[in-house]
């Protein structure tokens, strides 16, 4: 029985010193993978914490036992207030379409954004779901050519506009659209082979919107997150100075609550449609107890949300998305982005500007060889 006791003793306080740490490194903002890494498992963070809490109030009584489950208890306090407003307790931004504008197809845009995995050679997966769903856009991540050759052949009468950037180190991306594409571009913003995507698209009613589609590089333990940190702002940016409403989507390579895409809505003023209605977890597919949302979209406050949900499995890491949205002719939504911090602006210039001169390849080419 001492041993028992002895080895859960061992266990709280071990389990407790790495959700402190887990806890507070993030606060920090270091821009470093080992840090910004621990941000992702928030959601397992609280329910650990939790459960930890209710085991040693009635495994462990006693002073010790107490002090060990409030500090737990307060561990998933603080985690709450990061997810808490990924729930339906917290107001939305994304203000929903009323019944006119949804019954208004001249307005309305949907998409499905879908990280393939590169290695994933199950094609059919996507194309029978892009057939069953039949959005307006797909916008399709990890894709080399062999991926865009067998979108061609089993999508390619059902999409006219297609903007192609096909990839063999896992960053590759392919947008088919059915609405009209002006001004395409396939740029490398800040780290080389690390494509994303810009361009107009054309609603049926004319009206024009941008859309930004992004997939940035992941945090690794070794390695400094500047490159993705740098992309994620510097389109943030753009947005804000784009003279068309924008939408900003793809795989971020970041959970929604983490330091860096919480810069990126203060630089954007883009609106979360998760905020206030669920997690949507996308990664991971195949591990279901460790999940969050690394598939984003965030767009300009002059659309309104008509539907959004996590589709079934195409075979990849990832679950894909679905979202529709509404242009209406004025902005609207609630206003629960923090304000830019003092100095945000310039630091954030002049960390992309540091990134850009960096030369090295990017991380993780070669995690997707066959």
């Not at 307060?74 to 407003?85: E, V």
Request: with cysteine; glycine share 8%; charged share 25%.
């Amino acid at each position: 029985m001492a041993d028992v006791s002895l080895f859960f003793v061992i266990l709280l306080w071990s389990l407790s010193g790495f959700l402190v740490l887990a806890t507070l490194l993030p606060i920090s903002k270091v821009p470093f993978g080992a840090i910004r890494g621990l941000d992702f498992p928030k959601q397992q963070y609280f329910l650990i914490a939790c459960g930890m809490g209710i085991a040693t109030l009635v495994f462990y009584p006693g002073w010790l036992g107490g002090y060990g489950a409030y500090g737990l208890f307060g561990i998933a306090a603080i985690q709450a207030i990061y997810i808490a407003k990924f729930t339906p307790v917290w107001p939305t931004q994304s203000v929903r379409a009323d019944a006119a504008l949804q019954a208004d197809a001249s307005r309305r845009v949907s998409m499905i954004a879908a990280n393939v995995k590169k290695s994933n050679r199950d094609y059919g997966a996507l194309v029978d779901l892009v057939k069953a769903e039949r959005p307006d856009l797909v916008m399709a991540i990890e894709t080399d050519a062999a991926w865009i050759d067998a979108l061609k052949e089993g999508l390619g009468t059902d999409f006219d506009h297609w903007v192609e950037a096909p990839m063999d180190n896992g960053y590759g991306m392919c947008v088919m659209s059915v609405l009209p594409l002006d001004t395409s571009e396939v740029r490398m913003l800040v780290t080389r082979n690390v494509p994303s995507v810009k361009t107009t698209v054309r609603l049926r009613n004319g009206a024009l919107f941008r859309l930004y589609v992004v997939h940035p590089e992941p945090p690794v333990f070794a390695h400094d997150t500047k490159g993705r940190d740098s992309e994620i702002a510097l389109v943030g940016l753009e947005a804000t100075k784009d003279d068309l409403p924008a939408v900003v989507a793809g795989d971020l390579n970041d959970v929604a609550w983490s330091t860096t895409t919480r810069r990126f809505q203060r630089l954007s003023g883009l609106l979360d449609p998760r905020v206030g209605r669920g997690f949507f977890n996308t990664f991971s597919a195949t591990m279901p107890w460790m999940r969050w949302p690394l598939d984003h979209l965030f767009h300009d406050a002059r659309f309104r949300l008509v539907g959004m949900a996590r589709l079934g499995k195409i075979g990849s890491d990832h679950f894909p998305m679905w979202f529709e949205l509404a242009l209406e002719r004025t902005p609207e939504g609630q206003d629960t982005i923090e304000a830019s911090e003092p100095g945000e602006r310039h630091g954030t210039k002049r960390m992309i500007v540091e990134e850009r001169k960096r030369t090295r390849d990017p991380i993780g080419g070669d995690w997707e060889d066959e």
